[in-house]
């Protein structure tokens, strides 16, 4: 869309969305978020799968434009209800590599973690949630990428695979179930840790 035709969609003035594009950190007041998630929701999925590339590209872009000292830091978001826990199935170019993870997106410099954590669950599958609180860090084994754990509770929401350009599928599976899905070699031992206690 133009910057014309948001400002329209959302009922507000361009000079609005033009300052969402020139300053993107920004943060958006609650109610204009909820237009925005709104416009999303009603959006066709060829939309939705051009706006999860876009911001994929986007991301890859500046950490590509980053100095090489930048450590690429993932914020990990380990959600679960009363007796589940949500997972995603990332969507490789390689067709033999689908791999069940959690929601994860990656943090830009000086960005906060636990905001990332939260709103790519949103992003990714539909569940609104809370950080707990942290699991802890690490250099992913296999990634080689600085990971941050957080523990998060659900709140609301039905889950939904909601970025079909980077997952085949969102789902909660039951705790118990976990290493049908993620080896338990693979698992950051803390995970498993919160995952055994009591809900």
């Not at 035709?5 to 969402?20: D, P, Q, S």
């Not at 890859?60 to 100095?67: N, T």
């Not at 992913?140 to 990971?147: A, D, E, N």
């Amino acid at each position: 869309m133009s910057q014309d035709e948001m400002a329209a969609l959302i009922g507000v003035a361009k000079r609005t969305v033009a300052a969402w594009h020139e300053r993107p950190a920004i943060v958006i007041r609650p109610e204009l978020q909820r237009a925005l998630d709104t416009a999303y929701e009603r959006a066709d999925e060829s939309v939705k799968v051009r706006f999860a590339r876009q911001l994929r590209a986007d991301d890859r872009a500046e950490i590509e434009a980053a100095p090489s000292s930048v450590t690429l830091t993932v914020a990990i978001a380990v959600v679960t209800n009363e007796t589940d826990v949500l997972l995603v199935c990332r969507r490789e170019d390689d067709p033999n590599g689908i791999t069940w993870q959690f929601p994860a997106g990656i943090v830009k410099p000086g960005g906060n973690s636990r905001t990332v954590a939260i709103r790519e669950t949103l992003a990714e599958t539909g569940i609104h949630a809370s950080v707990v609180r942290e699991l802890g860090s690490r250099i992913h084994p296999i990634t080689g990428v600085f990971c941050e754990y957080f523990l998060c509770l659900y709140l609301t929401g039905r889950v939904e695979n909601r970025d079909t350009a980077e997952n085949v599928d969102a789902v909660w599976i039951p705790r118990q179930r976990l290493d049908d899905f993620i080896p338990a070699d693979r698992l950051y031992p803390p995970i498993q840790q919160a995952l055994n206690e009591e809900p």
